[in-house]
């Protein structure tokens, strides 16, 4: 396990002003290590979508992140609602958001989809009370 | 063209002037910032009547050369403390998002 480095973030529920600062430690510590700004991005997509879905809908949790030199995994865990319908909140547009949210210029229904467009693997385990756990990979 | 150039050329107000030498690739524009995140591009000009300290961490984040603020639309204190920390270059125009994407196009 030399060879690969983890990181570990807690996302606060419910604060705004804080959301995306997991992502941007991230992508600063991608940075240095001389990732490609092109992997870089689909890092930083991905898990600002996964830390905003977090604050919206979970009240916050943590996300792990492992880097090693064939790919860079993250793992969001969250002890929120869980997904009632995994497929539908896949779906582009479908949104659970409420209206306060949407001043703040989220719930377009994109997060989910987002996060599977910029990562290479996804994989979700979710349920309903118990909380839900996103799998994310970006292959270097 | 660089940011400080189109500033200039299509008469923007500066709110934030990160990096004025940074490029522009092309012109965006939306207000719903999940969508932006999912379909904006690196190095794009970002035109948006969304002024707040999420529209600064979504700009961060998908590399984009600027934000220019159309309508007028105001941007907040905090959010604007987080664009010079984040290195992000803020515009700001009177005109609507259409003109304002429609100037920047036509100068690039």
New interface residues.
């Given amino acids: 396990m030399s060879n690969s480095l983890h990181l570990s973030y807690k996302v606060s529920g419910d604060d705004?002003?804080r959301?995306?600062e997991a992502?941007?430690d991230l992508?600063a510590k991608l940075k240095q290590m001389g990732v490609s700004?092109e992997i870089i991005?689909k890092v930083?997509?991905a898990m600002?979508?996964g830390e905003?879905n977090m604050v919206i809908h979970a009240n916050g949790g943590t996300i792990d992140v492992e880097i090693n030199p064939q790919e860079i995994i993250m793992i969001l865990t969250d002890t929120g609602p869980g997904i009632e319908d995994v497929e539908r909140a896949m779906t582009e547009g479908y949104s659970t958001a409420s209206e306060n949210i949407l001043s703040?210029?989220?719930?377009?229904?994109?997060?989910l989809?987002?996060m599977k467009?910029?990562s290479d693997d996804m994989d979700i385990k979710t349920e309903v009370g118990i909380g839900t756990t996103v799998t994310m990979k970006i292959y270097l | 063209m660089t940011v400080s150039e189109i500033a200039k050329i299509c008469n923007l107000e500066v709110l934030n002037m990160a990096e004025p030498e940074k490029g522009i690739s092309g012109v965006f524009c939306c207000?719903?910032?999940?969508?932006v995140?999912?379909k904006a591009f690196?190095g794009c000009a970002w035109v948006t009547v969304?002024g707040?300290?999420?529209?600064i961490?979504?700009a961060?984040?998908?590399?984009m050369a600027c934000i220019i603020l159309a309508d007028g639309a105001a941007i907040d204190e905090?959010a604007l403390t987080k664009a010079r920390e984040?290195m992000i270059t803020v515009l700001k125009s009177k005109n609507s998002i259409f003109e304002t994407a429609l100037a920047v196009h036509q100068a690039l």
């Fill in positions: 705004f002003t959301a995306g992502s941007s992508k700004p991005r930083a997509i600002y979508e905003i703040l210029g989220f719930g377009a229904g994109m997060g989809p987002n467009k910029y | 207000d719903l910032l999940s969508i995140m999912g690196a969304m707040n300290i999420n529209s961490a979504v961060a984040l998908a590399d905090v984040q």
